[in-house]
């Protein structure tokens, strides 16, 4: 794939997204505001991510929303990096973010270890926090201090283990088996 | 059954909400469609709250996705949102696309283009049409199904599919479409407006469709930016935002189509959105239709990401080993070890997948962006203050498609 790659970047930096100047004053922005080694910034593709420490996370995405612009939460999501080639940390959480008026779109992303798995929630910023929030914690039990209801929302309430994390298996540990079952009669 | 509201858990608000009683909608219901269930705190006929209760049709698709290769998932992705599953093949693949950086073939991006519409045009229709049913109007339902037919009939001959297409692969697409395709397609064109007129005349002036659905659910555009709505329901609500116009992928930024916008973000407002987007729709299709460029579907085979064409295969030893290095468990095709979110506009709102690769052919991490997980988030703030039988309505505008919430 070596050449097809070659030309793939040379087109790729043909064709910027026209809100790429706007990204990068905001990443200028975020590193005059928290400090150089605070904010690492990485790219791929359009990609544009920052890496935050999680301690100033919360500071990061309030500052992203109030001073720049970015109005629009489009997802939360969160990676268990446990198999990961060269991989330093377990986890990591993702917001994407983006601006409705000029579509520029920035992935904010924090590395988590265990045993302490929280980040604080965003649920003030951006009301589409709450089940994306619900549903990190769900899948990888990474909790979001401060969240209005931080219960589990795609599985039961009951169940005990985190799926998406890369330690657990895809058939299940038989948690299935194990759940209660109602009969007609009992119900 | 032991429900919770929101608000209210003090002893002395308990009993100032005693007069509140609550009702169980769903799971098994015929207006939710598929299995959702949201518990009702009812003050008399009027909802107090609504908490919606998800997760009866999970079925790990994500963790799925970390297991099948970038071409086994796209069978994964059909059983998402069902009701248009051939958006969700593209999608896909064009997240997986973006991240090995492979630019389609014109040909190949203009079929994409033409069935990613025919998917928004019977996706919508459905929408429409159910939201009309559980309102009481079975006519229009049935205008509505009698072109869903023949779209699928469309996507059969594509792919000999009806619902479960599985018509993409990374770099091109499963079979080239021949000249039966474009004339189904032209007669489809041809047809639509007088089934579309009819389904307009029979509701958009139609006085028990207006009251049930004009200024129930109202949304507003900073409620709407806010709480992430995408797609025809946060275009209902007056944000001009389309990925087809903004972020134009495909071939999409050779037509000329318009995007469909309103202020009210009503029931009403959504209808009309999804209606006057069909009929752009078909403007696009019509266009690429028209000016389908000729050439090969899938991507070069050197670059080592398509399997080679059957015959080939057969024939000649070249044929042979590519498809060998392709299917082979130990080979597949490299992907770097980065991570990439690629988004499409679905018909339902911003699709996107953001994909970690760890270099082999299976993705480290498939998440998956549904637009209807955030939208189902967004019923109990439409619904306060409403009727209960204004729940049905709200319900059908939002078209949740519950296998895609749940994933």
């Known amino acids: ?187 | 059954m032991v429900t919770e509201t929101r608000a209210g858990t003090g002893q002395a608000e308990q009993a100032e909400r005693e007069y509140l009683w609550t009702l169980n909608f769903g799971p098994q219901h015929p207006a939710t469609h598929t299995t959702l269930r949201i518990v009702l705190t009812l003050d008399g006929e009027r909802v107090v709250d609504a908490v919606p209760d998800i997760g009866y049709l999970h079925s790990g698709f994500e963790k799925l996705g970390e297991h099948l290769d970038y071409n086994q998932y796209v069978v994964v992705t059909d059983r998402m949102n069902y009701i248009s599953p051939l958006a969700n093949n593209i999608a896909w693949h064009c997240a997986v696309e973006k991240l090995l950086g492979i630019e389609l073939t014109p040909r190949c991006k203009y079929i994409r283009t033409i069935l990613a519409e025919l998917a928004r045009i019977s996706d919508h229709l459905l929408c429409v049409g159910a939201a009309a049913l559980d309102l009481g109007a079975m006519t229009a339902f049935l205008y509505a199904f009698n072109q869903r037919e023949l779209l699928y009939e469309i996507f059969e001959l594509v792919c000999g599919a009806r619902f479960t297409t599985s018509y993409t692969r990374v770099g091109g697409l499963m079979y080239d479409v021949d000249e039966r395709f474009i004339a189904r397609v032209r007669e489809f064109i041809k047809q639509f407006p007088a089934a579309h007129a009819n389904i307009t005349r029979l509701l958009n002036r139609n006085r028990i469709f207006i009251d049930r659905t004009k200024g129930i659910g109202v949304l507003s555009r900073e409620d709407a930016i806010n709480l992430g709505c995408t797609g025809p329901v946060a275009r209902a609500s007056g944000v001009t935002r389309d990925l087809r116009k903004d972020e134009p992928y495909l071939a999409y930024a050779d037509f000329d189509f318009k995007v469909v916008c309103m202020k009210e973000g009503d029931c009403y407002a959504r209808y009309l959105v999804r209606m006057a987007e069909m009929l752009e729709s078909l403007k696009i299709v019509e266009q690429a239709i028209e000016n389908l460029p000729p050439g090969p579907v899938n991507v070069d085979v050197g670059t080592r990401v398509v399997l080679p064409e059957k015959p080939k295969v057969y024939t000649t030893i070249e044929g042979l080993i590519q498809q060998f290095e392709v299917i082979m468990s130990n080979r597949g095709f490299e992907t770097p070890v980065e991570e990439c979110y690629g988004a499409i506009e679905s018909p339902n709102g911003e699709l996107g997948f953001y994909i970690v690769a760890d270099g082999s052919d299976v993705a480290y991490r498939a998440r998956c962006r549904p637009p209807s997980f955030i939208h189902f988030a967004v019923f109990p703030y439409l619904i306060r203050g409403h009727m209960v039988s204004d729940v049905v309505a709200v319900l059908g505008s939002l078209n949740i498609i519950a296998a895609e919430l749940d994933r």
Do not use: C
Request: aromatic share 12%; charged share 30%.
């Open chain 1, 1 to 187: 794939m070596g050449e097809a790659q070659v030309q793939d970047k040379a087109e790729a930096a043909a064709e910027q997204p026209a809100w790429l100047d706007f990204v990068e004053q905001t990443i200028a922005a975020l590193r005059a505001r928290f400090g150089q080694e605070a904010i690492e910034e990485s790219r791929f593709r359009d990609n544009v991510r920052v890496i935050v420490p999680a301690t100033k996370v919360y500071e990061v995405l309030a500052f992203l929303k109030n001073e720049r612009g970015f109005d629009f939460l489009v997802d939360i999501t969160a990676v268990d990096y446990l198999h990961y080639p060269n991989a330093r940390d377990r986890f990591a959480v993702i917001w994407s973010l983006m601006r409705t008026d000029n579509g520029a779109r920035l992935f904010v992303k924090t590395f988590l270890n265990e045993p302490d798995l929280t980040v604080p929630t965003v649920f003030d910023l951006w009301k589409a926090a709450d089940w994306l929030e619900r549903e990190v914690y769900d899948m990888f039990g990474i909790r979001f201090a401060g969240h209005p209801n931080l219960k589990r929302i795609l599985l039961p309430e009951e169940f005990s283990a985190y799926p998406l994390r890369k330690d657990y298996p895809l058939r299940g540990r038989g948690e299935r088996h194990n759940f209660r079952r109602l009969t007609r009669e009992q119900s």
